[in-house]
Every structure is written in structure tokens, then in C-alpha cells.
């Protein structure tokens, strides 16, 4: 009887340390699956009323996707979302300007931050006008604070487009005390430039290549002599420090990604005028008339 019991209770061990093996085996298994699933999770900032910003982040967040990819996009005012990227509670920013517009952030976050490469290198910071205003350049603008109420409309304050107007452009062509660049939103100096334009006002405006705006609205540039507002910078990806070391497959495939002029404005339009507000469906049907462009990224 002895025996039995002892046979028994040896019996009874086995199964029960079978039984928590499994147990062990099925909650690391799940742990593993969290893990797999982090590393596929991509958070991407991005800042509302920067077109090239809008449709670009968007486009990521249909490539990743489609690659089993989980993504979040964080709208962020360009001074928080550089801290963020700083911190690691955002892993991608697609609309880094450099040199000059985001000089002062990179400067201060920048040994925090990794770029991933360029996508377009022809971006320009610029002051627009009507095409039927009598302005062609920025010289032109001293004497005629009255003609437009003293006024420049900006974008956004922390906007380096809005410190370059201020602190570069004015006082480069002596204009300070007779303008002032008026910082507001993107979306409500777009709104102030078609109503103008509608109406053939005179307005000035800060502004930025590349946009649909050039394409959509009667508008051109005013030379810059002087070079005030700076000469054409790259866009550039700029990541978290360990983006690439955490996120290797993604981060290859952005360093793959770039843009010519024709890409991008056909995606703007589409995304801006045809798809406004429903961006997944922009992005849907341009990839559908660029079949190649997502796979000669990600192969």
C-alpha cells in the first residue's frame, strides 16, 4: 500500500509540474507575443497645417500598416513634439527642416534626436503675394505698411518659418515698425489668402515650397535680394536616438524613402482638395496609381 501511495503521489508530482510547465510555457509564449507586438508599434508626430507633413506621415501610417505594423499618430505643435522625440514618447517626425528653419530645435535636442535621411531637397521658405499685386520683391515692401494695415500674415508662433519672417526678414529690409508678421495658424492665413484672392485685396503672406497653394491660388513669390528667409533646405526624417537600433526593418526602409516635386504635389492635391479630412483614402488611391513606389521601399 505503501507503494501505491508513493507511486501515486510521484504520479500526481509529474502531472502537476507538467501541468505549471505548460502553465510557464503559455504565459512566456504570451509575453513574447507583447514583446513582438511593441516592436512593431511605430508612434509618428506630426504638425497640423504642414501639408507636406500631413500626407507624408499619412503615407507612412498605409506603408507600415500594410506591413503589419501598428501606428499612432500624435498631433503636436512643433516645440512639444520635439521634446517628445526627445524623451522617446515619439519615435518619427517626418518634416524636420535644415538648416535654418529648425535650426533652434535641433540645436537644442539634436544630440538627443537621429536622422534617418532626406526625402526632398528643395524646400524653400518664402513671402507670397496675389499675382496681380504690383510687389516682384521684398525690397519693395518699405513705404507700403498702409497699403496692407502694416500687416504679414504668419502660421503658427513657435514656427520657425514665423521666427525667420520676424527676426530675420523685417528687420533685413528695414520693415520693423512698419510690419509686423501676424502669427495666427497655417490653415487660417490660407484662409485669409483665398478670401484676398477671391476678392483681388492686397495681402502678403508667409508661406513655404512646397505647397498646393502655388498650384491652386494666383500667387507667386517676392525675390529675396538679400536672401533674408534663407536658401532651399532639405526635409529630412529625424527619429528618437535608438529608432534605428529598436526599429531596424522600419528605419531601412525610410532611409529609402524620398519624393520628387510631382509625387508630392499630385499626393497633396489629392489629399488637400479631393480627400480633404479622409487621408487614408488620399493615400489609397495614389498607391493605386504608383504601384512601385511603396515596394521599391520595403522590397
Known amino acids: 500500500m505503501r507503494f501505491r501511495l508513493n507511486s501515486l503521489t510521484k504520479i500526481t508530482a509529474i502531472a502537476l509540474s507538467l501541468t505549471l510547465a505548460g502553465t510557464a510555457a503559455a504565459c512566456g509564449g504570451d509575453k513574447a507575443g507583447s514583446a513582438a507586438g511593441a516592436k512593431k508599434k511605430i508612434t509618428i508626430g506630426w504638425i497640423s497645417g504642414w501639408d507636406e507633413d500631413l500626407v507624408a506621415t499619412h503615407l507612412w501610417k498605409k506603408i507600415l500598416e500594410d ?8 498631433n503636436l505643435d512643433t516645440a512639444p513634439l520635439y521634446a517628445g522625440m526627445a524623451k522617446g514618447d515619439i519615435d518619427v517626425f517626418l518634416d524636420t527642416w535644415l538648416p535654418i528653419t529648425h535650426e533652434d530645435y535641433w540645436k537644442r535636442y539634436g544630440n538627443k534626436l537621429m536622422k534617418l535621411g532626406v526625402w526632398y531637397d528643395n524646400a524653400k521658405l518664402t513671402i507670397a503675394v496675389p499675382n496681380y499685386s504690383d510687389l516682384k520683391s521684398l525690397d519693395q515692401l518699405k513705404g507700403k505698411g498702409a497699403q496692407y ?7 503658427e508662433a513657435s514656427s520657425g518659418l514665423q ?15 512698419e510690419f509686423k508678421v501676424v502669427p495666427s495658424s497655417t490653415a487660417a492665413m490660407l484662409t485669409e489668402l483665398k478670401k484676398a484672392t ?7 503672406v508667409t508661406l513655404w515650397r512646397p505647397h498646393w497653394a502655388y498650384a491652386s491660388l494666383p500667387i507667386r513669390d517676392l525675390a529675396d535680394p538679400k536672401g533674408a528667409m534663407g536658401q532651399a533646405e532639405q526635409i529630412n526624417m529625424v ?3 535608438d529608432f534605428a537600433k529598436d526599429q531596424p526593418e522600419a528605419a531601412g526602409w525610410l532611409k529609402k524613402f524620398k519624393m520628387d516635386d510631382k509625387q508630392l504635389g499630385s499626393l497633396e492635391d489629392l489629399t488637400i482638395n479631393k480627400y480633404k479630412g479622409q487621408e487614408d483614402q488620399a493615400v489609397a488611391e495614389w498607391l493605386k496609381t504608383n504601384p512601385d513606389f511603396a515596394k521599391n521601399i520595403t522590397g
Open 198 to 204: 477671391s476678392s483681388k485685396q492686397p495681402i502678403v
Open 163 to 177: 521666427r525667420i519672417a520676424d527676426t530675420k526678414m523685417l528687420p533685413g529690409y528695414g520693415l520693423n515698425g
Open 67 to 74: 506591413k503589419g505594423y501598428q501606428v499612432e499618430l500624435k
Open 149 to 155: 494695415n502694416g500687416k504679414i500674415y504668419g502660421i
Open 239 to 241: 527619429a528618437r536616438k
